[in-house]
């Protein structure tokens, strides 16, 4: 995967896992467009990068569904056959900002599995593809009793010395909404190697994880997928489980994003010489078909908040991040936390701290995300 890193991926990429190859976009340019360019995006593997012939390629629809089909990527091309759509779709994986609960806790999940990712496992894309809501109307729907399709990706990961496809899945009523694409297009070019060429799943508003790359087969089942990924990973736990206790059926197992944002600029332990204004920068997002309605910044560690205006917010989707800015005011001197929180559409907004969601599994860390910054004025 070494050589696709060299070949589509920026010079300055954070490696945050070797192999499997997993990379956050450089700190300096996440913020600095709404749409995150492809050579930046980040990149999480659970495995290597499959080889495939577009030309031999087919995509498999069986298992629960009326006719099952082989489509080739003409097929899917077609527009006689299938409508094509483009959607602007933040992709967040559920690791994001996980460093900052591995910062209070080192941590039990599985080392390889679990990259330590900071506030870059996020980006924002517009991609070109077909519904799958569609392509399963051309396979006459599904069979009466099911209700989730599964993907799967023909990458290879290993897990305690045994070899897995990339197996995961979604509910029928997410794909009904037309919510699930199934995307040959990354951003007007077609999809890089390591993002899932020649195919993909792009699930909206769920953790990426369902967003399956080098999609090769889709299946109508009953109930969620028993594969590991789906059935062992990406699980919610309560506060008083940990390794020890944890068992897979007392997890949550996550598909909605919740509401989150991040400081980008300053960063962390900065030292700021300001005449009574910060400049901050950063990003917001909400999944589950949620948007950012309001972001709140705070140099006093959350007792006094500022709202964003709302101009400084970049373009609403239903489905994308909102960039933002704002002059902050700022008297004091020394070291001060700053922190950010963002509302959303169905006014959620984020727990307080670190320890207000607590997470062993290291998933989903959404609480308002604080830098400390040395003020001298
Ligand atoms: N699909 C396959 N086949 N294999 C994978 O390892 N990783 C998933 C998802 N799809 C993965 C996959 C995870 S956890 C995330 S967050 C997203 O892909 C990341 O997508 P990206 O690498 O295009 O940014
Ligand atoms: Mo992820």
Redesign the pocket.
């Known amino acids: 995967s070494w050589d696709y890193v060299k070949k589509e991926k920026s010079e300055d990429m954070i490696h945050v896992l070797q192999f499997?190859y997993n990379g956050e976009t450089p700190r300096d340019r996440l913020v600095e467009t709404e749409i995150t360019p492809n050579k930046d995006?980040?990149?999480?593997?659970?495995?290597g990068i499959p080889e495939i012939d577009p030309q031999e390629y087919t995509l498999d629809i069986s298992g629960l569904v009326k006719n099952p089909q082989r489509l080739t990527l003409a097929d899917l091309q077609n527009e006689a056959l299938f409508p094509r759509q483009s959607s602007t779709v933040t992709?967040?994986?559920?690791?994001t900002r996980r460093m900052e609960q591995i910062s209070v806790y080192p941590g039990d999940g599985d080392e390889l599995i679990n990259a330590p990712w900071s506030e870059g496992?996020i980006?924002n894309a517009r991609w070109t593809g077909v519904s799958l809501k569609k392509v399963i109307k051309h396979c006459g729907g599904l069979v009466d009793g099911a209700d989730h399709l599964e993907f799967y990706?023909?990458?290879t990961?290993f897990k305690k010395g045994q070899a897995y496809n990339?197996v995961?899945s979604v509910p029928w009523r997410k794909v009904k909404a037309n919510e699930v694409l199934l995307a040959w297009d990354m951003n007007g070019e077609p999809l890089p190697k390591?993002?899932?060429f020649p195919l993909?799943t792009v699930v909206f508003g769920y953790?990426?994880?369902?967003?399956?790359?080098?999609?090769y087969q889709i299946k109508g089942i009953r109930g969620p997928s028993q594969a590991p990924v789906q059935k062992k990973e990406?699980l919610y736990y309560t506060p008083q489980v940990g390794k020890q206790n944890a068992m897979y059926s007392n997890g949550f197992s996550i598909q909605d994003m919740p509401v989150s944002s991040a400081i980008m600029s300053p960063v962390d332990m900065a030292q700021i010489v300001h005449d009574g204004k910060v400049r901050l920068k950063g990003w917001a997002y909400s999944g589950g078909g949620h948007w950012p309605i309001r972001v709140e910044v705070s140099a006093d560690g959350g007792s006094v908040w500022y709202e964003v205006p709302p101009e400084n917010m970049s373009t609403k989707y239903f489905h994308g991040w909102r960039l933002w800015e704002i002059e902050m005011p700022v008297d004091a001197e020394g070291w001060l936390e700053f922190c950010v929180r963002c509302w959303d559409n169905a006014l959620n907004t984020q727990p307080t701290f670190v320890r207000s969601a607590w997470n062993w599994d290291l998933h989903v860390t959404s609480s308002c995300h604080r830098v400390k910054i040395y003020s001298m004025n």
């Open positions: 499997p995006h980040f990149v999480r593997n659970h495995g992709l967040q994986c559920s690791g496992a980006g990706g023909a990458d990961y990339y995961v390591i993002h899932g993909r953790i990426g994880a369902r967003s399956c790359k080098w999609l990406y």
